[in-house]
């Protein structure tokens, strides 16, 4: 019962408690009712309400739009809690960061695979206060009231199960195993027997919440939170279906999402370039584009804001750990590892230049002579992350040496935001779903030239076209040239034209087609998996993306290999740890 008392602890709304004040039953309910309580407090912008705090009704049935807005509150408070450590578990665990000698314990014990029951980043309790405050609205909401011939809390409802759906995906990917839990637990007895149940891996969470919420793909979003807070149903369904194998329900679900006609999703074309170019002596300029790849909420599918300030709300600590500010002073958690330093320096930056109405020549930017760090290959990183020395007094707290974090800085960072999914990440799961489908070639063209029937037709041959069928099927009118980009432009310029960046041949002709596709499938997909690591550096989903290709594998090494390098050599005690995959989990307790 080792989770029992926080299971427990999570929800107990007004009104379903006993009365008595006698005993330990009696005493442990009292505490719980507080514990639930905390959950509905919250910024009154980030709902569609005149009131940020909204009683229960007395009966337990869910009737009211005021019930609704108190639920969902809940729901909220909750997901912005567990804001920072899903960064930071993403992150710290992976192959992309190192600490510090600044970094705290809990943040050295994160990145040695040794978290104890007492880290402050895990809490698994807090997991399930978000889904018990879900399974109680799921349980009471009154999903058979009818006004004007709709259903009126069908889109709650909705909202509400994929909230859960998304919290039990992060919570099984820290945890490994779970209890399911699918009903409110509000006395010890009931969390007694959720706890005496076989826990649930990551296969058998992702298939239940796939049959889940399914049939709320076109459910719109309520009133009551404002749309972007709302997480598209298709794209959850994308994820969990590439976790739980279903590669085709997950394209399926992705192409949808990307080609719905009220509202279709191009790439756009955010990215970090070279400005300059003088052809006559055949250098570069170092004149840089860096502000061109940051973030906006166009680029940001769905998110929750986080508070301003600690009286407001939750306010993410995530800076701090990030980059150097005051509130640290000035001494950054981590730093990047030498394993995405070469990553992103092995990348070709390339640049293309009309030689002729009809010809163009391709340039392959020389790398190790620029002055500034993180310039060579993909410019992602030098457009996000940045170092100086400052002048400081020796007896100065602060640190001379600084790191800035475009990422984590609060004014335009995903950190100011609990932000579930962004533009880019649908397309990358997009584009590993289509080449688990046995289409690599229009995998390839997600990264390399961006999704339009032009470069389809150009770039992907007809078998593979015939293959996939209407999964390449995107509106001419909408998907164009204007608004359409290879992911891995968005680092690397004119990708387009760099005859060293295409889907693997093999050394000699294989006996079939099959046998050719085959052998691509996991040289295409490991270029999948370096560009998730490009676009998405500091942004938590590092690790999570490495365990995955090795679950899928089912090959440790995989995943054990890459962390144990990422500073630059191989870290053999940190290696034969990972080798056992109970080590990649947090303790549930």
Request: aromatic residues 12%.
């Amino acid at each position: 019962m080792k989770i029992l008392s926080k299971i427990s602890s999570c929800l107990v709304p007004s009104g379903s408690l006993p009365t008595g004040e006698g005993g330990g039953r009696g005493r442990v309910l009292s505490l719980l009712l507080l514990g639930f309580l905390g959950f509905f407090t919250s910024c009154s912008d980030m709902l569609e309400t005149d009131s940020s705090m909204i009683e229960f009704a007395e009966q337990n049935k869910l009737n009211s739009s005021r019930d609704t807005v108190r639920s969902l509150l809940g729901v909220v408070r909750g997901i912005q809690t567990i804001a920072d450590r899903t960064f930071i578990l993403g992150d710290i665990r992976s192959d992309q960061v190192v600490t510090t000698a600044s970094a705290t314990t809990a943040i050295k014990q994160i990145a040695n695979f040794e978290v104890d029951a007492e880290n402050p980043y895990n809490k698994v309790s807090d997991y399930y206060a978000i889904i018990n405050n879900c399974n109680y609205y799921i349980a009471n909401a009154d999903t058979a009231l009818v006004n004007l011939g709709k259903k009126v809390f069908e889109k709650e409802y909705a909202a509400i199960k994929t909230y859960r759906a998304w919290t039990y995906l992060q919570l099984v990917k820290n945890y490994g195993e779970v209890p399911l839990v699918l009903g409110p637990v509000l006395t010890e007895a009931e969390a007694t027997a959720e706890m005496n149940k076989t826990y649930s891996d990551i296969n058998t969470i992702c298939n239940y919440f796939i049959e889940d919420i399914k049939p709320y793909v076109d459910t719109e979003s309520p009133a009551v939170i404002k749309a972007y807070m709302q997480i598209p149903v298709r794209v959850l369904l994308g994820e969990l279906c590439l976790w739980a194998g279903k590669y085709k329900e997950a394209a399926q679900y992705l192409h949808e999402y990307l080609t719905m006609k009220n509202a279709p999703v191009p790439t756009g074309r955010l990215n970090g370039n070279i400005l300059e170019y003088e052809k006559l002596h055949g250098t570069f300029y170092a004149s840089w584009n860096r502000f061109a790849y940051t973030f906006d909420s166009g680029e940001m599918l769905c998110y929750i804001p986080m508070a301003t300030s600690d009286y407001e709300g939750v306010k993410s600590e995530i800076s701090t750990v990030y980059e150097s500010v005051l509130a640290n002073n000035y001494y950054a958690q981590i730093e990047p590892s030498q394993a995405l330093k070469k990553l992103s320096a092995d990348q070709n930056y390339v640049y293309c230049v009309e030689a002729s109405q009809t010809e163009r020549d391709t340039l392959y930017v020389t790398k190790g002579s620029w002055a500034q760090e993180f310039v060579d290959g993909d410019l992602r990183l030098y457009c996000i992350l940045s170092r100086k020395t400052e002048n400081v007094d020796e007896a100065s707290p602060f640190s001379r040496e600084r790191i800035e974090n475009r990422k984590a800085s609060y004014s335009y960072s995903p950190y100011s935001r609990m932000w579930f999914y962004r533009v880019q990440q649908v397309y990358l799961m997009y584009a590993e779903a289509l080449n688990r489908l046995g289409c690599p070639e229009a995998a390839l063209c997600v990264l390399k030239y961006g999704l339009r029937n032009q470069n389809i037709e150009r770039y992907v041959s007809e078998k593979e076209r015939e293959k996939a069928g209407t999964l390449l099927d995107f509106d001419d009118e909408v998907f164009t040239k204007d608004n359409t980009l290879g992911v891995h432009a968005r680092g690397c310029g004119d990708v387009d034209c760099d005859k060293n960046y295409c889907v693997p041949q093999p050394p000699t002709a294989l006996a079939s087609y099959e046998d050719t596709v085959q052998y691509q499938i996991p040289l295409v997909e490991q270029m999948i998996i370096d560009e998730y690591g490009l676009e998405f550096t500091f942004e938590g989903k590092r690790f999570y993306d490495l365990m995955r290709i090795a679950l899928r594998r089912n090959d440790p090494a995989y995943l054990a290999d890459a962390v144990a390098k990422r500073n630059g050599k191989i870290d053999d005690a940190l290696r034969s740890k990972l080798m056992d995959k109970r080590n990649w989990f947090l303790p549930l307790r």
